[in-house]
């Protein structure tokens, strides 16, 4: 196997192009071995290899910089530059990270995986090697999907104008995002694609960059002679190629959308090996709802920044919402802008993405929402300690950085019914801007009020005495373990409270709880710093009551084991009730 003798990028260099063709057949073969048994990025990495090798045999990385964009395509490169164990022997996948990581290779200079960022990280790699007198390449690669992103667009048009340099920015047209493509710049890449690159109308020479197009994006031979003409160019330029994503499987090449990442499957049929069971799940509810909601009320409408599948709507359920859908590409700061003029225009937004992304929106939420106090609702999926582990993707942030912006309720549902009440209210009500947050573990079932309007009122589930658990969201079941637990192995049955409001506090409850408690333990989904526990424990500061606030760690988590992390950080109802043994 030709694989066998590539360690680094300088054994690329001396293969033929017929060697570099059955390469890349033995890296699908490798992608492959991976993806089938830990599951990954499938379709745009298939997609890539050849622009890869191409790029490889042209450049002299790591003296020439790739950065990648999402790093959704970096495998091949991660094989090419001496980390092919992580594909091809079973024993060694988690030694390899599913993004590029600085911390693996000298070849890797970023830890991405966030999209739309590798044209302004690559460009300040050049502003950097000009400031210091180099002459090294810079390359930036970025699929088309991430290009609608704010951040690609603001450094394409610093690029075009503000350097007069090397600077190679490779897109990656494959016609895809993770759904389909949305805004007008796709409209403009579909016409460079029928006229071959000739058309009059440019969006990339529009901000005042060369421009190269290359059709044979999965042709080795093609690519060479592509990268080799621009190789040690004097000043940015495009190279617009045009790809097949997941090209080598015919399944992934129809589907492009289901296929773009994957969990463990058979590679025969193309049916997930992992069986999650055939319950209930909040993703499930969550389509339910919306889709009943579309229909019950023409108010209504979705607002995703290329994010449906987030809360489960696919491409039949994003053709029934129709014009109560918009998805207005990878955009959040434009997403929440949006719904902040939805709902100011009386109509009912619901933003629908992961935790992470909203991240990128925290000024529109701050700006545009909240001081304005528009009514928009904002659902987010994955903020679970254990739903997404890589450090890129961890949604554990969120109740630290959001409970904290003025005028915005922030709730965190314990139970289906919960849940379900709350987006109801939520959408319908006129008064404030809230952010929900969907529960990341089995789905509870437990009576709950029909309306939240009365802000930041707990609810007391369990009344007793001497130690309060205040358990938030998704953790309420974990107070309702730890409270068994208190009354089996110390003979009292502790108060259980509900908080549901994550943003404020029911100092009423909190006050009412000294007359009979001594300790109060806050259980939270996510980071203690900042978060919800600490306002709790702040609050109580100048009375005599003891706090002990249980979550996570402001740290950047990376591909752990959740159980094991809940273990050391003292999460379990055993370790609480040793806890409670020294207090009480």
């Known amino acids: 196997m030709i694989l066998d003798k590539i360690n680094s990028p300088a054994d690329v260099k001396k293969l033929s192009v017929n060697d570099m063709e059955r390469l890349a057949d033995e890296i699908r073969e490798a992608l492959f071995n991976r993806l089938t048994k830990i599951g990954g990025h499938f379709g ?85 090697r000009d400031i210091l007198g180099h002459k090294e390449n810079i390359v930036a690669v970025i699929g088309d999907g991430s290009l609608s992103g704010g951040e690609a667009m603001e450094a394409l048009n610093v690029a075009g104008s503000e ?10 047209d494959n016609e895809q995002a993770i759904a389909e493509n949305h805004g007008g710049i796709y409209q403009n890449l579909k016409e460079l694609r029928k006229s071959n690159g000739k058309a009059q109308n440019n969006w990339f020479r529009a901000f005042g960059l060369d421009y190269i197009y290359e059709e044979n994006g999965n042709d080795i031979a093609s690519l060479i002679k592509v990268f080799e003409k621009v190789k ?30 994957c969990l463990p499957f058979d590679r025969a049929t193309g049916k997930p090996t992992v069986d999650f069971g055939s319950g209930e799940s909040y993703s ?51 997403a929440v802008a949006i719904a902040s003029g939805i709902a100011t225009n009386s109509a009912k937004p619901l933003v629908v993405t992961n935790m992470t992304f909203l991240q990128r929106a925290y000024d529109q939420i ?9 009514p928009v609702t904002m659902l987010m999926n994955y903020t679970a300690f254990d739903g997404l582990t890589d450090v890129t993707h961890l949604g554990i942030f969120g109740l630290a950085a959001f409970t904290n912006i003025p005028n915005l309720v922030v709730l965190c549902p314990s139970s289906a019914e919960e849940y379900v009440n709350m987006l109801d209210w939520s959408i319908d009500q006129k008064e404030h801007p ?102 709790i ?48």
């Open 44 to 128: 745009p990495n298939f997609g890539f290899v050849e622009a890869t090798i191409a790029m490889h045999y042209v450049f002299n990385s790591p003296t020439d910089k790739f950065v990648f964009d999402v790093s959704h395509q970096s495998y091949t490169h991660k094989i090419l530059t001496g980390r092919k164990a992580g594909y091809i022997d079973d024993a060694r996948f988690a030694e390899d990270s599913g993004y590029s990581n600085p911390e693996e290779s000298k070849h890797d200079f970023f830890n991405i995986g966030h999209t739309s960022t590798s044209v302004a990280l690559a460009l300040g790699l050049a502003k950097g």
């Open 232 to 261: 040690d160019s004097t000043h940015p330029v495009v190279v617009h190629i045009h790809t097949q994503k997941g090209k080598g499987y015919r399944l992934a090449e129809e589907n492009r959308e289901a296929w773009h990442w």
């Open 284 to 334: 499930d509810i969550t389509t339910k709802y919306i889709m009943d909601k579309a229909k019950k009320d023409k108010d209504f409408i979705v607002v995703s920044p290329a994010m449906p599948m987030s809360v489960g709507l696919g491409i039949n359920e994003r053709a029934q919402l129709g014009r109560q859908y918009i998805d207005t590409g990878i955009a959040e700061e434009a």
């Open 537 to 584: 424990a702040s609050y109580y500061g100048p009375s005599d009551m003891k706090v002990i606030n249980l979550g996570l760690e402001k740290k950047f988590y990376d591909r752990y084991n959740p159980q094991q992390l809940l273990e050391s950080l003292g999460i379990t109802a055993e370790k609480i009730v040793e806890r409670v043994k020294k207090f009480v």
């Open 434 to 535: 809230v952010l929900i947050l969907i529960p990341g573990n089995a789905v509870a079932h437990r009576a709950a009020d029909k309306s939240f309007g009365n802000i930041n009122k707990y609810k007391v589930e369990q009344q007793g005495e001497k130690v309060a658990i205040v358990a938030l969201g998704d953790f309420y079941q974990k107070g309702e373990e730890a409270a068994a637990a208190i009354e089996k192995e110390l003979g009292f049955k502790p108060t259980l409270v509900n908080p549901r409001f994550a943003s404020g506090l029911d100092k009423e409850l909190l006050d009412n709880l000294k007359s009979r408690h001594s300790l109060v333990i806050t259980l939270e989904d996510g980071i203690v710093d900042g978060g919800f526990g600490e306002k």
């Open 366 to 374: 701050s700006q545009d929402v909240c001081i304005n106090n528009a």
């Open 163 to 172: 350097l007069s340099s090397n600077f190679i920015i490779i897109v990656n």
